[in-house]
């Protein structure tokens, strides 16, 4: 043999070699987290049992309680670290209204939150991921209050948009992997916010809403994971 074909098979050997320690090199990041959810909302505290009025027009207050209701949300995130992901956050809550129907009028109490989230994941073999989550962020509420009508000289109850009130919330939940990158979840989490000092205006008249909301909630959701490779 010569050493031309020597030197051929040796570059051959090294080359394939240094392609294989490459690959192998080849790691698959999780990047991003995009999920959308939804489910059942129980208000508790002041939302549960709040009442509206009375009114300089009217002396007599009105209940408007908020029933169990529903929720839908999406979470936009960045893995941090394998296990840690942190991002954003928005959730619509709905919930009727507890009074008789000639008084409920279709209304509904209303919740719109923007927050910063964090999931923190108990990744291990197992396609079953546990996993516990945290946000703060904004509540944008709509109230089913009742309101003087200056055109008409008469009393109302209207959807009042209350200014936007601190919020946070814990929640914990089960994850699984229906394929490499993407899977399902069912997720308990528990919200409040501060409203009690909330005002809304119509017309020139502030209303204080006057009681803190918290929500207990019960969501299931699908998860996408975007993977590079590094």
């Known amino acids: 043999m010569t050493k031309a074909s020597v030197t051929i098979i040796a570059a051959v050997l090294l080359l394939g070699s240094l392609n294989v320690c490459a690959q192998e090199e080849v790691v698959t990041k999780d990047i991003l987290e995009i999920s959308l959810y939804g489910g059942l909302g129980v208000p508790t505290g002041g939302i549960?049992?709040?009442?509206?009025?009375?009114?300089?027009?009217?002396?007599?207050?009105?209940?408007?309680?908020?029933?169990?209701?529903?929720?839908?949300?999406?979470?936009?995130?960045?893995?941090?670290?394998?296990?840690?992901?942190?991002g954003l956050n928005f959730q619509y809550s709905q919930f009727g209204v507890d009074a008789p129907e000639s008084e409920a009028g279709g209304h509904a109490h209303r919740l719109f939150n923007p927050n910063l989230y964090a999931r923190y994941s108990f990744e291990g073999e197992s396609f079953f991921v546990p996993y516990n989550k945290a946000h703060v962020g904004l509540e944008?509420?709509?109230?089913?209050?009742?309101?003087?009508?200056?055109?008409?000289?008469?009393?109302?109850?209207?959807?009042?948009?209350?200014?936007?009130?601190?919020?946070?919330?814990?929640?914990?939940?089960?994850?699984?992997?229906?394929?490499?990158?993407?899977?399902?979840?069912?997720?308990?989490?528990?919200?409040?916010?501060?409203?009690?000092?909330?005002?809304?205006?119509?017309?020139?008249?502030?209303?204080?809403?006057?009681?803190?909301?918290?929500?207990?909630?019960?969501?299931?959701?699908?998860k996408l994971i975007v993977g590079s490779g590094d």
């Open 48 to 86: 549960s049992d709040w009442t509206t009025g009375p009114l300089p027009v009217l002396d007599k207050t009105y209940e408007r309680a908020a029933k169990t209701g529903w929720d839908i949300g999406i979470d936009l995130g960045y893995y941090v670290t394998t296990k840690l992901t942190a």
């Open 140 to 222: 944008n509420p709509k109230f089913s209050t009742l309101v003087f009508d200056e055109n008409s000289d008469d009393v109302k109850f209207r959807e009042l948009s209350y200014d936007p009130s601190l919020a946070y919330g814990l929640g914990v939940g089960l994850f699984y992997y229906t394929a490499d990158y993407s899977g399902i979840y069912l997720e308990a989490g528990y919200h409040t916010a501060m409203t009690e000092d909330a005002e809304g205006t119509y017309q020139g008249n502030t209303y204080v809403f006057g009681e803190n909301t918290s929500v207990f909630t019960l969501n299931f959701g699908v």
